[in-house]
């Protein structure tokens, strides 16, 4: 029995240590939330899932700077059998570090219906995410259209969901 327990001890820190989204709570004194981070391996992005007001957010915060009101966004799942791939819009709040990740019609009050149906199966299944956003990039005067891309692990992705969409 003490030998079982060890067993399932070593595999519960393995699991714990690898999983790629991490789970907190926030406590700012006015609201008490729970929030589920992902780290891009590569360049430092950091995709994010926050309960406001009832509404699940799913987006993407890094270094790069999201002036553009709405951007262009590619998410393709890797899921065991085969990719999948949604194309979407990305809004910027007042935060131009970050871009809310939103259904196609793009309207910011509907960012909370983006993890549903499909996408949502697909989100929960996924063994990796590469997330690809456009934004306005300025050279010698002419603005043109470039792409930065993010990488994330999706170990983990459901207990993440299940984590901060039941929480109370």
């Not at 595999?11 to 991490?22: E, L």
């Not at 700012?28 to 007001?53: H, R």
């Amino acid at each position: 029995m003490k030998r079982l327990f060890l067993m399932f001890l070593v595999f519960a820190i393995h699991v714990s240590v690898f999983a790629q989204w991490k789970t907190s709570v926030v406590d700012d004194s006015f609201d008490k939330y729970i929030v589920s981070l992902n780290f891009s391996k590569d360049n430092g992005a950091e995709a994010s899932l926050v309960l406001l007001d009832g509404k699940l957010i799913f987006s993407i915060m890094s270094d790069l700077n999201f002036e553009d009101h709405y951007n262009d966004v590619e998410i393709t799942f890797k899921l065991s059998d085969g990719n999948k791939e949604y194309k979407i819009t990305g809004g910027t709040p007042s935060n131009s570090k970050t871009l809310v990740l939103l259904p196609k019609n793009g309207v910011i009050g509907d960012a909370g219906n983006l993890l549903k149906g499909e996408f949502l199966s697909d989100f929960k299944k996924a063994i990796s995410m590469k997330v690809k956003i456009s934004y306005d990039r300025y050279y010698k005067g002419y603005t043109y259209k470039a792409w930065e891309t993010f990488v994330f692990d999706m170990s983990g992705s459901t207990n993440a969901y299940n984590r901060v969409s039941t929480q109370k």
